[in-house]
């Protein structure tokens, strides 16, 4: 499909991307028409540079910092550049039919005309967007017009956060799109309106659209307010300008009544004077996105509803009642639309957009489907393109990517860069752009969306897979069956089942399973073993891994798919067994108090281990820290030596004296392990974390759950 992209920082361009696959609780719709977001898709088009984006915005230093003292120079630098071509989707809503749903989905048909929103769905020729963000058009409603549901639910939650009565005056300051409609959905809630703007076409479209009073957004404007109040001012000021100044919240103060309501919709700095809001007592409100159920990812995601009778107003209730309201003829949208484009000149639709000589506000594009009589019938999905003309087979290993994510573009696809003989054949990802993104800055030959696109690719015979922890299982087990060597992130599955299987998949098919413990290759740690080898006795070691990023709604924080445990502490448990090259027999842990959304207790663990050696180890990982509490710290101590490694980056040794080494830069051991993976596969070696290492992470972390969840000790037998 095409798709309008954002290249690099700042040049717009469309492009072919596969199409997305139906996911659960989705659907997959074929736009009409899709309306640009002016505010919200412009902010992220940074048309002056990237000096002036540095300078105001000087985080980026550091976390450009921050990477580099994680990963090194040159992998820092290598992510920098990408940056000025990487891909990235623009857009949020529009209007088509549904082409094509998940079994989840009941309650709509193929055919059926829906407007949608969500973040990320883009413009472009197929869109995946979950189920409780589309709302059925009605009949009397255009495709052009139903574009506007998801700015009007904005609007509309907007109206419902100021709580207008019968006779309120309120002032909306700023009549963009969002103004606009504001001004209209105000007077039929019963409020006087008194719009007001910087741009004089605006402030008299308003006053075309029914606005009691439109004013100019100069200096006269606090004198006019007061005159139409009686000199006490609004009862309730809305922000719906996007700006940099702090301007819009003064000027909403000085129009506020004493003891009124502001009500904030728009992107300004939020700062008010402390004193001028504490005299007059006037209550702030924040209006977020289109309902109370916006950035729930149980809503949006996994098609959770909210009761209708606790939560009247959700995203989709409002989607609807806006759509309700337009084919009423309550709401005039024809004049809001200033100019239309086909998707093809994306690029000029965005120029028009950011000349402030244009007298742009709403701007459509115009898909293809709109010329078809039978949009749904016609669709057919292309779920893999080609990014070279002519393939490479000279390559003795023809590599396909499984999941583009961070831990993808940061190691292993530098790594892989590095092996003589090994070739990125594939990019695969159900997020089209990236997926794209990817295969041409790694000069892969073609990138899908559709998984079996890899299985039946004959010329692929390795598959590195770096997706979400949940699919490990399934993609690493479907690759083996298809007579690929696997290479899986960790954790490898999240069951001892899941464990079983692919250990029978590994025997049957002779095929190489490796799984992503890099730490067995990070030279500090290969130190540390070599020193543990000469002890004579049992060990005592101390893991501590701080993790404050694994929370929130961050995925990977989710319990119910392995959380922080499987995904991350699965790395400290294989390199206890690694160091000590013995076996756990038991295991005691206690976690914090679980239940609660944040700190999540599954993922805040202690846990003690008692190996078959005698040896004994204990694990600290936790979610609940800071960022500047250190990241990770390994201890070991035997008979007359401690060694100590710090965060990949310091190792100290401990005996007659004390030694201690540095490095100025992380070293993670991605690419020796990578290298040692493709050398097993063709000396039939086995120097890598196999099925076996993944099932014994697996296991383990499952029994630390087991025994903090139980409160007692748990046995642990490696049998399968």
């Known amino acids: 499909m095409k798709q309008v992209i954002r290249k690099g920082l700042k040049e717009i361009i469309v492009d072919e991307v596969p199409d997305p696959p139906v996911a659960p609780h989705h659907v997959l719709v074929r736009p009409l028409y899709s309306l640009i977001s002016s505010g919200t898709e412009t902010a992220s088009i940074h048309q002056e540079g990237v000096l002036k984006e540095v300078a105001e915005n000087p985080s980026h230093l550091r976390k450009i910092w921050e990477a580099l003292k994680i990963n090194g120079p040159v992998r820092t630098t290598a992510e920098v550049i990408a940056k000025f071509s990487e891909y990235a989707v623009l857009g949020y809503f529009g209007a088509g039919v549904v082409v094509d749903k998940h079994s989840t989905v009941t309650d709509l048909q193929i055919g059926d005309r829906v407007a949608y929103g969500g973040e990320g769905t883009g413009h472009g020729e197929a869109i995946l967007t979950g189920r409780n963000l589309v709302a059925r058009v009605p009949d009397e409603v255009s495709f052009e017009h139903a574009c506007f549901a998801t700015l009007g639910s ?304 004959p010329e692929i015979n390795v598959v590195v897979i770096t997706s979400r922890n949940q699919y490990h299982y399934s993609q690493a087990l479907a690759a083996l069956r298809a007579g690929k060597h696997v290479f899986v992130e960790k954790p490898m599955a999240l069951t001892e089942e899941e464990c079983r299987e692919l250990c029978e998949a590994v025997r049957d098919t002779g095929l190489h399973l490796a799984v992503g413990f890099n730490r067995r290759f990070a030279p500090l740690y290969v130190e540390m073993k070599k020193r543990l080898a000469w002890r004579a006795s049992p060990a005592v070691i101390n893991c501590r891994m701080n993790s404050p990023g694994i929370s929130g709604s961050y995925w990977m924080a989710d319990p119910s798919i392995g959380g922080a445990i499987l995904g991350e502490a699965c790395h400290f448990v294989d390199l206890m067994y690694w160091l000590l090259e013995s076996e756990s027999v038991e295991v005691s842990a206690y976690c914090l108090p679980t239940g609660k959304q ?119 037998k490696m049998e399968l």
């Not at 439109?214 to 996007?242: F, H, M, Q, R, W």
Request: proline share 4%; glycine share 8%; with cysteine.
């Open 598 to 716: 944040d700190p999540i207790g599954e993922n805040n663990i202690v846990a003690s281990f008692r190996f078959a050696d005698g040896s004994i180890g204990n694990l600290t990982y936790c979610t609940a820290g800071s960022r500047t509490s250190g990241g990770e710290r390994v201890e070991a101590f035997a008979q007359g030596i401690g060694i100590i490694v710090d965060s990949f980056k310091s190792l100290t040794i401990c005996g007659t004296s004390k030694r201690k080494r540095s490095d100025l830069w992380a070293r993670k051991g991605y690419d020796e392990q990578m290298r040692f993976f493709f050398r097993d596969i063709l000396q039939e070696t086995n120097n890598v974390a196999d099925v076996m290492d993944g099932t014994r992470a697996t296991i383990y972390c499952r029994k630390i759950l087991e025994s903090a969840s139980t409160f007692k000790p748990i046995r642990i």
């Open 154 to 457: 904005i609007a509309l939650h907007a109206v419902r956060i100021a709580d207008i009565n019968l006779g309120d005056r309120v002032a909306v300051i700023g009549l963009g799109l969002v103004g606009q409609l504001i001004s209209q959905l105000v007077r039929l809630q019963g409020g006087v309106v008194i719009a007001t703007d910087l741009r004089p076409e605006r402030v008299e479209l308003a006053r075309r659209l029914g606005a009691d009073h439109a004013l100019p957004g100069d200096a006269s404007v606090i004198e006019a307010t007061n005159s139409l109040t009686e000199g006490k001012g609004a009862d309730c000021v809305i922000i719906a300008a996007a700006s940099k100044s702090e301007a819009p919240c003064h000027l909403a103060l000085q129009l506020c009544r004493d003891r009124g309501r502001i009500v904030i919709v728009g992107a300004v700095p939020i700062n008010f004077p402390w004193e001028e809001m504490y005299l007059k007592e006037v209550q702030l409100f924040m209006s977020r996105a289109y309902g109370p159920s916006s950035y729930d990812p149980a809503y949006e995601r996994r098609g959770q509803d909210y009761p209708f009778a606790y939560v009247r107003w959700t995203e989709n209730r409002n989607m609807e009642e806006f759509l309700r309201l337009v084919a009423a003829g309550r709401v005039d949208l024809a004049p809001l639309i200033t100019h239309r484009f086909p998707l093809e000149e994306a690029p000029e639709a965005y120029k028009t957009i950011l000349d402030p000589q244009s007298g742009s506000l709403a701007v459509l594009l115009r898909y293809p489907a709109a010329s078809e009589e039978k949009p749904a019938e016609t669709f057919i999905p292309q779920r893999k393109v080609a990014v070279r003309k002519t393939a490479d087979q000279r390559a003795e290993f023809r590599v396909a990517l499984v999941g583009a994510g961070n831990i993808a573009r940061w190691a292993h696809l530098p790594s892989l860069k590095k092996v003589p003989g090994v070739k990125l054949r594939a990019v695969y990802s159900t997020n089209g752009a990236r997926a794209k993104s990817y295969a041409l800055r790694f000069g892969a030959d073609y990138c899908c969306s559709d998984y079996e696109e890899i299985l039946r690719d």
